[in-house]
């Protein structure tokens, strides 16, 4: 169960097995079935998720109640309502699953207990800022400077695998666009 999650941390950071051993336990499994959510806007995000099968995102509902997809976090993916993580404060984002889920998750006071007691982990935490920081910043620059084809075409190179298990909707949402311009695109 927690080999996947042992080898996404190695990814990130140089853990010897006492440490990986260490932090694994401090992962719980936790099933969830398809459009449950984890998350409500307004409350403190508590957990951090690795998610081994299925797959979750975090989105906002605009002023006019629209979706608006922030990041999709899919197998062998991590990630959590990170601004309401850090700074726990009410969340302005929703986690919801997306298909039926197998999740590890990690309680906010291990997380910063992890930080507190092992370099390694922060060196872990570091990267995982760095990379949504990026990702961000890359997103913001793709809804600034790019059509709703370039973003689409985009994300077929990048991350195909998105298209394959996003609904329509809800890869709209991610793309920033209406279901229709997103139909209209696919055909081009």
């Known amino acids: 169960m927690s080999e996947t999650l042992k ?52 989105y906002f509902i605009n002023r006019q109640g629209q979706e608006k997809t922030r990041y999709v976090m899919l197998d062998c993916s991590i990630g959590t309502g990170l601004s309401s993580f850090i700074d726990q404060r009410p969340s302005f984002e929703f986690i919801d699953a997306l298909e039926d889920s197998e999740l590890l998750v ?49 994300l077929i190179k990048e991350n195909p695998m998105l298209i394959q298990r996003l609904s329509n909707r809800i890869l709209a949402s991610y793309l920033d666009m209406r279901e229709e311009t997103l139909s209209r695109v696919k055909s081009m």
């Not at 459009?35 to 099968?53: A, D, K, M, T, W």
């Not at 309680?107 to 920081?133: P, T």
Request: with cysteine; glycine share 2%.
């Open 7 to 58: 080898h996404v941390l190695l990814s990130l950071a140089d853990f010897d097995k006492p440490q990986l051993d260490n932090i694994v336990t401090c992962f719980k499994p936790k099933t969830v079935r398809k459009n449950s959510l984890l998350l409500h806007q307004g409350e403190i995000c508590r957990e951090f998720y690795y998610v081994q099968s299925g797959g979750i995102r975090t």
């Open 106 to 154: 990690i309680s906010y006071a291990d997380f910063y207990r992890l930080n507190q007691e092992m370099e390694q982990w922060q060196r872990f935490y570091q990267k995982i800022l760095e990379m949504a920081y990026v990702f961000q910043t890359k997103k913001i620059e793709s809804l600034v400077t790019m059509t709703a084809k370039q973003r689409y075409d985009q």
